[in-house]
C-alpha cells in the first residue's frame, strides 16, 4: 500500500481537483508548465491520473460490472425459481435484479431472463410497479418488443417475470461498431418505432425509451425491453403514478421537458425521447446537453436548449419536430413520425415544417419562463431525494407502523420547506419563482398521493403568505380544503383547519374561522396519537382570532398555551418555535405589553440564529416585527437598527430590491416618526407598490395613506392630495374601510395646506373617535395627542395644548422601555416645552426643552431632524430671559 | 436513545474516538438487527440493498423520539461507515461458514445501476485503504462509504452535502484515484526512491 502524507495531501488535492475538470490536451500542457516548477509534484500527480486506465478496465468500485457481480457477491446460481434454474445475474436496476436462466426440466433449451423485484420495493407500490410491467407486457405481443414468458412469487415471496432473453448489442453502439450509413440507421430506428407504435396501439406508453433498453440482435432485429415504468393509458387515471412514487429518478438524457416539469405524460413523451435518440444515431451528439456531465447539466438542456438543427435537410426538419418542447408541436403519433421518416426515405416532401417566425418569438418568452425553472428542476432531484425516503414511508404505513410514517411525513415536508427556505437570503426574487415550480412539482409528484398532497399544498400555501403572495396562499389553502373535504379524511381535515382559519382570519371572515378552530380542536382531542405541535398551531391560530376579536387577554392566554406544548413536545430548536414565538409576541403587543413582547421577539430571533435559521423568511418577518415592536416603543433609533438589519438579510436596501410590504410601511412609520417625511414618502410609496404586486388592498391603502400624510408633513401638497384622492378611492374598497382612516387623511391634508385650525379640529375629532373624552382609551393616542397638541398651540390654543401634551407623555411612557428615551415621550415634550415658552414659562420650558432633546436623542438619534429642533430649542431658552 | 446518538455524532465529528466507537457500534448493531429481521421474514434467496438497510435504520433511529433527530446526513455518513463493516465482516464469515440461510447485501440506487465492488479478497483491502485516505481527507472517504457502501446516488449525496453533483462526480473520480493508487502502488513509490516530504512544494 502506498499513502500519501497528509501535508502532501494539502498540496496535491485541490491541484487534483483541477486536474479533473481539464480535458486530456489541457491537462497536458498544464503539467507540463507545473513541471517547470516542480517537477516532484507533477509526478505524482501523473501518478494518481495514470490509475485511470487500469481503473476503469477493472471497473476498480465501479457500479454494474456483471463479472464482479459474479464474484464478488454470494451467488443465487443454481437456485430454483419457479420452473427455471438462475445460471447468472445480467444486471442490477432500480426495480431489481435480472438474471439469466433456463428451464430446470430442459423443455426449453434456450435462456431466459428473470427479473426479481427488489425487497425494498415489496409493499404495495413496488408490486404495483412490477405487476405493471406484467400486465403491460402480457398486452404486447411484437417482433420487436422482448416477450413476457412467465410471472410468479417465488418460495420467499419475492415476485419475479420471465422474459425472453436478449443476446444483443445497444442500438447506438452497435451503428458505430457496424459503421452503419444514415439509410441503414433509419431502418434500425424504423424497427424501433414500430415496436413504440404497437405499444402506443395497446394503450402503453414506454417513458423510459433510451439505448440501453434497446438492444440490436447479432441478426440485426430490434428488441425493446424494459417496460419497467410504462404507463398505461386510459386505466391509469385513478392511481398513483408509478415512477414517482417508486422513487425512480427519469433518465436524464432521454427525458422530454414534460417529464422534468411534472406535466401529464402522454404518447408525445415517447415521441420526444425518440427524437432524442434519432438525434443522437444521426449526429452521435446529444441535442440539447452536449457534452453534459451532471444531471443538472442535462436537465437544464431539456428545458432550456433548443437543439442546433442537423445540417441533414428535411431528415433534420423532422427530428426537430419530435423534439419540440411542447408535446403539441411534436408529432402527434409515433405512426406520423415513422410516415414522415418514410416519405423522406421515399424522397417524398415531408409534413414537418421549419420553424416559423411566430414559434421563434413565442419561445423567446417560454425561454424566459424556463430559466427560472431550472433551479427548480434541480430542486426536483433534491425531493426525489425526499421522496426515496417517502417510499419507506410508504412500506412502514403498510406495515401499520403510523408512527413512523407521521414523523417521516414531518420530516418530507420540513425537508421540502427548509430548501424553500434556505433560497430565501440571497435571492428572494427566486424564492416566488421557486415556490411556483414546488406547486408544479407536487402536481407531478405526489399528484394523486392526497395524503402527501393535501399538507404539502397547505404547507406551500403558508410559505406563499410569508412571502407575501396572500392571494395564492389563500388559493392553495383553498384547494387543500376542497380536497381533505371531498376526501373526507378527518384527521387531515382537521390537521388542515387550523391554517385555513388563519387565511379565514386574514379575510376577516371571523366567524367561519371561528367554526373551523372549534371543530378542530374538538376533533384533534379524539384522535388517539396527538401530534403536540398540530395541536399547538391550533392554539396559536386561536389567539389569533381572540386578537382579531378584541379580546387580547383571550389571546395572550390561548397564544401561551400554544408555547407550553411546544415546549413540552421539546420542538424549541425549530422554525415552528421561532414563528409561534412571533405570533406570542404580536398577541402580547395587542394587549399592550410591549416590554414583555418585545423581549420574546428577541428570544425567537436569538432562537433562530442558534439553529442556524437567521437567514430564512421567518427571521426577517420577526426582525420586521422587532422593528415594529421598537418602533412602538418609540425606541426610533433601534428600530430602525433592527429594520435595516432585515433588509441587509433580504439582499440589500437598493430601489429595485423586492421588500416586504410590511416592512416598507415599517420604515415609512420609523422615517415619520424621526421627522424625515421625504424619507417616509419614499418607503410609503415602495410599500403601496409591493402591496400591489401581491394584491394586498388593505397594504396598499396603508402605503398610499401614509404616503399623502408624509407629503403633506412635507408640505407637498398638491402631491399629496393627488395621492390622498387615490388612496380614498382604494379604501372605498376595503371591506375593513374605516371612517377613522379618511379623518385621518383630511386632518393630515389640512396640515399640509397650512390651515390649523382645520387640521387641529380634525386630530380632536380622531381623538373623539377613539374615545379619548370618553375616557375609554387611555393608551396608544400618544401621537394623536401629540399632533393634536402641537396643532392647537399652532392655532393660538397653547393651554389645549399643553394639556394634550401632558396626556400624550403619560401615554407614550406607559409604552416605552424608558421614559428617558423614548422618541414619542420626547415629542410630546418637544410641544409642551414651545406651549410652555409661548405662555412665558421660560423655566419650565428650558427644563422640558431638556428632557425632549434627551428622549429623542436617544429614541430617534443624535442627527434626526426632530433632535436638532430640540437642539435649537434648548438653545434659543437658553438664551431668553426667565 | 436517540438525544445520545444526536451527542454522538456530534462528539465524533469532534474527533472524540469514544465516541466514534461507541457510535458504531450503536449503528452497527442497528444495520445487523435490520438485516437480520429481513433475514428471519424471508428466504434464503433474499436480495437487500444496503441503502434500504441505512434508510430503514434512519426510520427507525428516527420514529423512536417525536421530537427533533440528527442531522441526516451525518447520520447517514457514519451508517454508511457502518454498513461498510457490516458488508465486510459478512462477507468474511460467509467465507468461514459457507452455508445456507445467508442473505445477500446489493447496492441500488436510483440512477446508478450499482451492484459491484472489487473482487471480494479486497474489500479488507479496501476498508484499510479507506481508513488511510480518511486521515488525508474525511470528506473524500465519507463519500466512498456513502456510494459505494452505503448505496447513496450522486444526487442524494449532493442535496445531503448541500453541493453540486457534478462536484460530487468529480470528487468520487477523485477519491477512486487516490484509492487505486493506495491500493496498487506505484513504481516509484514502490521503489522507494522518493521522500514524500521532499516533494512539498516550495513553500
Known amino acids: 500500500m502506498t499513502v500519501l502524507k497528509k501535508q502532501f495531501w494539502t498540496a496535491i488535492s485541490p491541484l487534483l481537483d483541477q486536474a479533473l475538470e481539464m480535458t486530456e490536451p489541457e491537462r497536458e500542457s498544464w503539467l507540463n508548465e507545473m513541471a517547470q516548477t516542480s517537477q516532484t509534484l507533477v509526478d505524482e500527480i501523473r501518478a494518481i491520473l495514470s490509475g485511470a486506465t487500469a481503473m476503469s478496465r477493472d471497473g476498480f468500485l465501479e457500479p454494474s460490472s456483471p463479472a464482479a457481480v459474479a464474484t464478488t457477491l454470494p451467488s443465487l446460481a443454481g437456485q430454483p425459481i419457479g420452473a427455471y434454474t438462475l445460471d447468472a445475474p445480467i444486471g442490477q436496476g432500480g426495480m431489481g435484479s435480472v438474471w439469466r436462466a433456463h428451464r430446470s426440466d430442459g423443455r426449453y433449451h434456450g435462456s431466459v431472463a428473470i427479473k426479481f423485484l427488489n425487497l425494498a420495493l415489496i409493499g404495495r407500490v413496488g408490486e404495483q410497479r412490477f405487476t405493471h410491467e406484467g400486465t403491460a407486457l402480457a398486452r404486447l405481443a411484437h417482433l420487436n418488443i422482448a416477450r413476457l414468458l412467465d410471472a410468479g412469487v417465488s418460495a420467499g415471496g419475492q415476485p419475479y417475470l420471465v422474459l425472453d432473453y436478449i443476446e444483443g448489442t445497444r442500438i447506438d453502439r452497435y451503428c458505430s461498431e457496424h459503421n452503419l450509413g444514415i439509410p441503414e440507421r433509419l431502418r434500425l430506428f424504423g424497427q424501433v418505432l414500430a415496436a413504440v407504435a404497437h405499444a402506443h ?367 413540552e413536545a421539546k420542538v424549541t430548536r425549530s422554525l415552528q418555535y421561532a414563528a409561534a414565538l412571533n405570533t406570542y409576541a404580536s398577541v402580547l403587543e395587542a394587549a399592550g405589553q410591549l416590554r414583555r413582547a418585545l423581549a420574546v421577539r428577541q428570544r425567537a430571533a436569538a432562537g433562530l440564529d442558534s439553529i442556524g435559521r437567521g437567514q430564512t423568511s421567518s427571521m426577517l418577518a420577526i426582525l420586521g416585527n422587532m422593528a415594529g415592536t421598537l418602533q412602538t416603543l418609540g425606541e426610533i433609533a433601534a428600530a430602525r437598527e433592527a429594520a435595516r438589519k432585515a433588509v441587509l438579510r433580504m439582499g440589500g436596501g437598493g430601489d429595485s430590491t423586492r421588500i416586504h410590504p410590511v416592512m416598507a410601511i415599517n420604515m415609512g412609520g420609523m422615517a415619520a416618526a424621526g421627522g424625515e417625511p421625504d424619507s417616509a414618502a419614499y418607503w410609503y410609496r415602495r410599500a403601496a407598490a409591493e402591496a400591489q404586486r401581491l394584491g394586498q388592498v388593505d397594504w396598499v391603502f396603508i402605503g398610499l395613506s401614509g404616503e399623502a400624510r408624509a407629503l403633506f408633513r412635507a408640505r407637498r401638497v398638491k402631491e399629496g392630495q393627488a395621492v390622498m384622492a387615490e388612496a380614498l378611492k382604494v379604501n372605498a374598497l376595503r371591506p375593513g374601510a374605516k371612517p377613522r382612516d379618511t379623518l385621518l387623511l383630511q386632518a393630515w391634508a389640512a396640515y399640509g395646506a397650512g390651515d390649523h385650525v382645520a387640521s387641529y379640529r380634525a386630530f380632536r375629532q380622531l381623538l373623539e373617535t377613539d374615545g379619548y373624552f370618553a375616557k375609554k382609551q387611555r393608551t396608544g393616542l400618544d401621537v394623536t395627542l401629540t399632533l393634536a397638541a402641537a396643532e392647537a398651540l399652532a392655532s393660538q390654543l397653547p393651554d389645549t395644548a399643553l394639556r394634550f401634551a401632558r396626556d400624550a407623555v403619560v401615554m407614550a411612557k406607559v409604552d416605552s422601555l424608558a421614559a428617558t428615551r423614548s422618541s414619542y415621550v420626547g415629542t410630546a415634550q418637544l410641544v409642551i416645552a414651545r406651549a410652555l415658552r409661548a405662555k412665558g414659562d421660560v423655566a419650565a420650558a428650558r427644563a422640558t426643552a431638556d428632557s425632549a432633546l434627551r428622549a429623542l436623542s436617544f429614541g430617534l438619534g443624535p442627527n434626526a431632524p426632530l433632535t436638532k429642533e430640540a437642539e435649537q430649542l434648548v438653545r434659543e431658552l437658553l438664551g431668553t430671559r426667565d | 436513545m436517540n438525544e445520545q446518538l444526536d451527542r454522538l455524532i456530534q462528539d465524533a465529528d469532534r474527533g472524540d474516538v469514544a465516541a466514534a466507537e461507541a457510535l458504531f457500534t450503536s449503528l452497527y448493531r442497528e444495520l445487523h438487527e435490520l438485516a437480520e429481521r429481513h433475514l428471519r421474514k424471508s428466504s434464503p434467496e433474499l436480495t437487500l440493498g444496503t441503502t434500504t438497510l441505512v434508510h430503514e435504520a434512519y426510520l427507525t433511529v428516527a420514529g423512536r423520539s417525536s421530537a427533533s433527530f440528527p442531522d441526516r446526513a451525518r447520520f447517514f455518513a457514519y451508517a454508511s461507515r457502518a454498513m461498510r463493516g457490516l458488508i465486510i465482516d459478512y462477507l468474511r464469515q460467509r467465507r468461514a461458514k459457507k452455508r445456507g440461510g445467508e442473505f445477500q447485501i446489493t447496492q441500488v440506487s436510483d440512477d446508478v445501476v450499482a451492484s459491484a465492488g472489487p473482487p471480494e479478497t479486497d474489500l479488507g483491502l479496501l476498508g484499510d485503504a479507506l481508513e488511510e485516505l480518511r486521515a488525508l481527507d474525511g470528506s473524500l472517504a465519507e463519500l466512498v462509504d456513502l456510494h459505494f457502501f452505503g448505496g447513496f446516488s450522486f444526487v442524494e449525496i449532493a442535496a445531503l452535502r448541500g453541493v453540486s453533483d457534478r462536484t460530487i462526480q468529480r470528487d468520487w473520480r477523485k477519491a477512486r484515484l487516490v484509492l487505486h493508487r493506495t491500493l496498487n502502488g506505484s513504481e516509484v513509490a514502490r521503489s522507494g526512491s522518493i521522500n514524500l516530504e521532499s516533494l512539498l512544494p516550495e513553500a
Not at chain 1, 401 to 430: C, I, W
Not at chain 1, 537 to 553: F, I, R, T, V, W
Open chain 1, 201 to 567: 396501439a395497446n394503450l402503453v406508453v414506454h417513458r423510459d425509451l433510451k439505448p440501453s433498453n434497446i438492444l440490436v440482435t447479432a441478426d440485426g432485429q430490434v428488441k425493446l425491453l424494459d417496460f419497467g415504468i410504462a404507463k398505461l393509458l386510459a386505466s391509469d387515471f385513478d392511481r398513483p403514478d408509478l415512477t414517482d412514487v417508486g422513487g425512480r429518478a427519469l433518465t436524464p438524457e432521454y427525458a422530454a421537458p414534460e417529464q422534468v416539469s411534472g406535466d401529464p405524460i402522454t404518447t408525445a413523451t415517447d415521441v420526444y425521447s425518440l427524437g432524442v435518440l434519432l438525434y443522437v444515431l444521426l449526429s452521435g451528439r446529444h441535442p440539447t446537453a452536449p457534452g453534459a456531465t451532471s444531471t443538472a447539466e442535462h436537465l437544464r438542456g431539456i428545458l432550456e436548449t433548443e437543439p442546433a438543427s442537423l445540417p441533414l435537410g428535411d431528415l433534420g426538419t423532422i427530428v426537430s419536430k419530435a423534439l419540440k418542447k411542447p408535446p403539441g408541436e411534436r408529432y402527434p403519433s409515433v405512426t406520423a413520425l415513422a410516415d414522415d421518416i418514410a416519405r423522406y426515405q421515399n424522397h417524398e416532401p415531408v409534413a414537418a415544417r421549419p420553424d416559423s417566425w411566430s414559434y421563434r418569438t413565442a419561445k423567446f418568452i417560454r425561454r424566459h419562463r424556463l430559466g427560472v425553472a431550472v433551479a427548480a428542476a434541480v430542486f426536483v432531484l433534491l425531493l426525489g431525494a425526499t421522496v426515496v425516503t417517502r417510499r419507506q414511508i410508504v412500506i412502514a404505513r403498510e406495515e401499520r407502523d403510523h408512527a413512523v410514517y407521521e414523523t417521516n411525513r414531518a420530516e418530507a415536508l420540513r425537508e421540502f420547506q427548509s430548501l424553500m427556505m434556505s433560497q430565501v437570503g440571497a435571492k428572494p426574487t427566486t424564492m416566488h419563482e421557486l415556490l411556483d415550480k414546488g406547486q408544479a412539482l407536487l402536481q407531478g409528484q405526489f399528484g394523486a398521493d392526497h395524503n402527501v398532497l393535501i399538507p404539502m399544498l397547505a404547507e406551500l400555501g403558508t410559505r406563499y403568505g410569508e412571502i407575501g403572495d396572500e392571494k395564492t396562499e389563500a388559493t392553495l389553502m383553498a384547494r387543500a380544503d376542497s380536497l381533505a373535504t371531498a376526501d373526507d379524511d378527518k384527521s387531515i381535515l382537521w390537521a388542515l383547519d387550523c391554517p385555513y382559519a388563519g387565511k379565514l382570519i386574514d379575510q376577516g371572515k371571523l366567524d367561519e374561522a371561528r367554526v373551523r378552530l372549534d371543530r378542530a380542536i374538538a376533533g384533534l382531542r379524539t384522535v388517539a396519537r396527538r401530534d403536540l405541535r398540530t395541536d399547538s398551531g391550533c392554539l396559536l391560530m386561536k389567539a389569533q382570532l381572540y386578537e382579531q376579536l378584541k379580546q387580547p387577554d383571550s389571546a395572550v392566554v390561548n397564544a401561551a398555551a400554544g408555547i407550553a406544548l411546544l415546549e
